[in-house]
């Protein structure tokens, strides 16, 4: 059978066999049929909050905060239902702020397209949130699990505050969106650091679709609503990347709504674990380096068997990626059984640590293999996995590795579907 992967921004075309071959892909949800209209309805009739329009007025100042080049959230979209739902507010009172968490700062091309010639014309300012500049957080106290809270002053000084953002499933996070727009999208490194310390992301609740006892997802809704946000709208999205549903109100009624919304067509049951599982990290923007890539095999690691392979095709233009601590971690022990043994050592904290965890513990249960567009095979390798060329050919010799009664499972669109075993 010929099947397309999402990769990069034109896919990846393969041939695989399709004996005891299971494609596993979300329910295709239509586009809404007029996005726009269905915003401003959010905006008017929200979940547990008067309507915006109800909550602004002329002179206060306005934080938003919205995802950074990462993520694929329809950002021109809901900013332009946002300042439509808001007459009369000066664009100069409103500061866009991008929730890079720890990530990079994003560009002023990238910033062009990710906001909107519209949003960039505006007179609004645009800020990229630092985690490392402690001139621009404020430490707010601590969460009752001891998580110091240190935020984005410019967030914390706002007379309004709204997230936006679009719900999925997240790898430990449970769901991304809701909370997660502010811690971490706005916290300090010192906050993030604890949040996803080896306790929490060694946690089993600390996984795909779980909200409610998730230690991680415990603390960011405690930061939120510890420092509050006056009002929130996210998104659901096809595959194409189109909005599939609106919600919009106070911050974990619509996020509530939205998460079970997503589960529904996202997260799929199965009753046996396969012997090769062939996953992507749902194409650019999400693939654009190995670090996020790392989201796609723990997606296939839900239903791996133990020993078994799985084949991530990432495009990684953007390399491991060159910022960040990913590949200095990756580089401090020389297999994954070590950097465990690291990581969970008492006192150690080190930024993208969380993200090497959840990658070595994927390997000591399965081989990972990674197809990509930029890297050599040194820097995979580097990064402790294999390289492989050609997807069918690495998918077809694990299968003949595994014997002849040997099972696939395709994640087409990686982290987009959630599979589990029952």
């Keep these: ?17 399709d004996e005891r071959t299971t494609i596993i892909e979300p329910v295709f949800l239509e586009a809404l049929p007029n996005p726009h209209e269905a915003l401003i309805a959010a905006l008017r009739a929200p979940i547990g909050r008067p309507p915006l329009g109800d909550l602004v007025r002329p002179g206060q100042k306005i934080a938003i905060s919205v995802c950074d080049i990462t993520r694929p959230q329809p950002r ?3 900013l332009r239902a946002l300042f439509e739902e808001m007459p009369g507010i000066d664009p100069r009172d409103v500061t866009i702020l991008i929730a890079t968490g720890t990530h990079r700062a994003n560009t002023p091309d990238e910033l062009a397209r990710m906001l909107g010639a519209d949003t960039i014309n505006r007179a609004c300012q645009i800020v990229n949130h630092d985690s490392r500049d402690d001139s ?7 969460t009752r699990t001891g998580v110091p809270i240190y935020l984005n002053k410019k967030w914390l000084a706002a007379d309004v505050r709204i997230t936006t953002g679009f719900v999925e499933p997240h790898f430990f996070a449970g769901f991304s969106g809701g909370a997660k727009m502010v811690a971490p999208g706005l916290a300090g490194l010192k906050t993030v650091l604890v949040l996803h310390d080896a306790k929490r992301i060694g946690s089993p609740h600390a996984t795909w ?7 991680v997802q415990d603390d960011v809704r405690e930061i939120a609503r510890t420092t509050g946000v006056t009002f929130s709208i996210d998104v659901t999205l096809n595959r194409d990347q189109e909005i599939t549903a609106v919600f919009a109100g106070e911050l974990f009624a619509e996020h509530g709504q939205a998460c079970a919304f ?12 396969f012997d090769v599982v062939l996953t992507t990290n749902s194409g650019y923007p999400l693939d654009q380096n190995l670090y996020q890539a790392v989201k ?3 997606a296939a690691a839900k239903v791996i068997r133990s020993g078994g392979t799985i084949v991530c095709a990432a495009e990684c233009r953007d390399g491991l990626p060159n910022h960040g601590s990913y590949g200095q971690v990756l580089a401090s ?3 994954p059984a070590a950097l465990l043994e690291m990581i969970n050592t008492p006192g150690y904290a080190i930024p993208d640590a969380w993200q090497v965890q959840v990658q070595a513990q994927i390997q000591m249960k399965a081989r990972v293999l990674v197809k990509n567009g930029f890297m050599s095979d040194a820097e995979i390798r580097a990064a402790h996995f294999e390289p492989v060329a050609d997807v069918r050919r690495g998918v077809c010799d694990a299968l003949a590795a595994a014997g002849p009664a040997a099972t696939l499972c395709v994640l087409p669109q990686g982290p987009q579907t959630i599979p589990y075993l029952r």
Excluded: F, W
Aim: hydrophobic share 35%; proline share 12%; glycine share 12%.
């Design 76 to 78: 021109p979209q809901m």
């Design 209 to 215: 679709g779980v909200i409610e006892g998730n230690p």
């Design 262 to 273: 997503s589960k529904e067509s996202v997260m799929c049951p199965v009753d046996v674990p």
């Design 136 to 142: 621009t957080l404020a430490h707010v106290g601590e």
């Design 296 to 298: 796609g095999m723990s």
């Design 333 to 335: 022990r020389p297999t």
């Design 1 to 17: 059978m010929r099947i397309k992967l999402d990769y990069g921004t034109d896919g990846l075309e393969v041939d695989l066999p």
